[in-house]
């Protein structure tokens, strides 16, 4: 049987057992969602991500709305590209779904969401976009024009924008012309900056960033800095007079360097010569493969880590919970979370599956960290593992039948033996029962004590991929592929509460 099969036949049992389970209140924070936007939708377009997010005041506007990018079939797309490295067949490519981006229309409806670019409206012949990954506003240092740019994932990673962010009005701006996404997009010093990274296991391409003024586009950094195992860079964020970037390094470990310092002065067709490395080897474990979630908070920038699906194929690195670091003015580094750290809490806030940290943002002088938890993907995800993916490395092996084994059959979800609340494999039970994406808040950047531990009642909501600060409001974006992607909202000018305590 495969594993594309047994996960569609997961998916299909999944909901059926857990249908009860919806709340659409939950401490301080109310679903402005259905899932997947709308439910014809969903089932025409499978919106499972909300992968990207942005306020976007348009000039001219009294207000801004808040715009969501979706991640389309994402499962399927990484299901494929497993099912290809570990069967030993060439790449397979899921069935494509159209991705969106769409806006807030309460003013409309407490659950309306507008559809502004869809992108079956717009691609052309051979285009394979899985999502936008990525919303950022600019104002074009050549123009004085400020835009809402979008940026995909696919087979070919393009650049997005539209003045306004009205249905119709919007524009290719640009494109990589290779399969890979943009990450991140950033404005330094008046000029915008795109981190591409190839997110595509065994493609040994480095990284890359380039600038734009708002017309013209070229490259600052076409080596990985120098070190081919920089495959791809994961975030950009200007502070203290410099860029940041985190790199895509699964041999390694991530790296983090900063660039484009107070003096530069970028030319078009001028390559980066400034580079400064920070941190190497993963930080505090070169299993964390991607530096990939930057905040800045309380004169630090923060960092957490990510283990692209719990493990690295090419490696077999995996099944360690995500690190958090924060980097001082200075450029010394510390860890927050992870072995040593400051919070008291190990990797993956002492949750094993807890493999990014995917997530985090300020709001009201709070901090928030969200996670991919890893266990929802695999108990939801595989009911059984089929003897034709024996050639999984063993500890792969090993986590999958951690979770799997017994399914629902009974109230120790097939632990057989039991010692205190350990299992026989020596994991606490309650690392593989707690289903559901966790969301941790700190007021101090080191103390840390938890929102939600399982997806905001939705055990399947297995991580919370955006989040946006706006005013007094704050919002949630969901991961979830197996009922749609949602979106939650919650007000206030206290930390949040949730339904963690």
């Given at each position: 049987m495969r594993f594309s099969s047994i996960v569609a036949a997961a998916v299909t049992s999944s909901t059926i057992l857990l249908a009860g389970c919806i709340d659409n209140q939950t401490g301080d924070f109310k679903r402005i969602s259905y899932n997947g936007w709308d439910s014809i939708d969903n089932l025409q377009d499978k919106n499972d991500y909300a992968w990207s997010m942005k306020y976007y005041q348009p000039d001219g506007e009294s207000e801004g709305k808040l715009y969501v990018g979706s991640g389309n079939n994402v499962l399927g797309l990484v299901v494929s590209q497993f099912e290809a490295i570990l069967l030993g067949e060439e790449e397979l490519v899921p069935p494509i779904y159209s991705p969106e981006v769409r806006r807030y229309r309460p003013d409309e409806g407490d659950r309306v969401w507008e559809r502004v670019l869809d992108y079956k409206d717009v691609a052309e012949p051979g285009d394979e976009i899985f999502g936008f990954r990525y919303l950022q506003e600019y104002r074009s240092k050549a123009?004085?024009?400020?835009?809402?740019?979008?940026?995909?994932?696919?087979?070919?990673?393009?650049?997005?924008?539209?003045?306004?962010?009205?249905p119709g009005t919007w524009e290719r701006f640009w494109e990589s012309g290779e399969n890979g996404s943009i990450r991140f997009v950033a404005d330094h010093n008046g000029i915008m900056y795109i981190a591409l990274a190839t997110d595509i296991p065994f493609v040994k391409k480095p990284g890359e960033i380039w600038a734009s003024d708002g017309e013209d586009v070229w490259p600052v950094v076409q080596d990985g800095f120098g070190n081919p195992e920089n495959r791809g860079f994961q975030f950009l964020v200007s502070w203290n007079g410099w860029l940041y970037t985190g790199s895509n390094n699964p041999i390694q470990g991530y790296e983090i360097w900063k660039?484009?310092?107070?003096?530069?002065?970028?030319?078009?067709?001028?390559?980066?010569?400034?580079?400064?490395?920070?941190?190497?080897?993963?930080?505090?474990?070169?299993?964390?493969?991607?530096?990939?979630?930057?905040?800045?908070?309380?004169?630090?920038?923060?960092?957490?880590?990510?283990?692209?699906?719990?493990?690295?194929?090419?490696?077999?690195?995996?099944?360690?919970?995500?690190?958090?670091?924060?980097?001082?003015?200075?450029?010394?580094?510390?860890?927050?979370?992870g072995p040593g750290g400051l919070s008291g809490y190990g990797s993956g806030f002492n949750r094993l599956w807890n493999v990014y940290c995917w997530?985090?943002?300020?709001?009201?002088?709070?901090?928030?960290?969200?996670?991919?938890?890893?266990?929802?993907?695999?108990?939801?995800?595989?009911?059984?593992?089929?003897?034709?993916?024996?050639?999984?490395?063993?500890?792969?092996?090993?986590?999958?039948?951690?979770?799997?084994?017994?399914?629902?059959?009974?109230?120790?979800?097939?632990?057989?033996?039991?010692?205190?609340?350990?299992?026989?494999?020596?994991?606490?039970?309650?690392?593989?029962?707690?289903?559901?994406?966790?969301?941790?808040?700190?007021?101090?950047?080191?103390?840390?004590?938890?929102?939600?531990?399982?997806?905001?009642?939705?055990?399947?909501?297995?991580?919370?991929?955006?989040?946006?600060?706006?005013?007094?409001?704050?919002?949630?974006?969901?991961?979830?592929?197996?009922?749609?992607l949602q979106v939650w909202q919650a007000d206030g000018d206290k930390p949040f509460a949730g339904n963690a305590e």
């Open positions: 123009t004085g024009k400020k835009h809402l740019y979008a940026a995909t994932m696919g087979n070919n990673a393009i650049l997005w924008r539209s003045e306004s962010g009205d660039f484009a310092g107070p003096d530069s002065d970028p030319q078009p067709n001028e390559l980066i010569t400034d580079g400064v490395p920070l941190v190497t080897g993963g930080g505090p474990n070169d299993f964390n493969v991607w530096a990939a979630t930057p905040a800045l908070f309380k004169g630090h920038l923060y960092v957490g880590s990510m283990i692209p699906v719990g493990f690295e194929p090419e490696t077999g690195k995996g099944f360690k919970g995500t690190d958090i670091i924060r980097i001082a003015p200075d450029d010394s580094w510390e860890v927050v979370v997530q985090m943002a300020e709001h009201k002088g709070t901090l928030y960290a969200s996670t991919f938890d890893l266990s929802t993907i695999i108990r939801f995800g595989a009911n059984q593992i089929p003897e034709s993916l024996d050639s999984l490395p063993e500890i792969l092996l090993a986590g999958l039948r951690l979770v799997v084994n017994g399914g629902l059959q009974g109230t120790d979800y097939g632990f057989s033996k039991q010692s205190g609340d350990k299992s026989e494999l020596g994991l606490p039970l309650n690392d593989v029962l707690q289903f559901g994406a966790d969301m941790y808040k700190s007021e101090d950047g080191v103390h840390w004590e938890p929102v939600t531990l399982n997806g905001m009642g939705h055990p399947r909501n297995y991580g919370f991929r955006t989040m946006q600060s706006v005013g007094d409001t704050f919002y949630l974006g969901t991961a979830n592929a197996f009922e749609g």
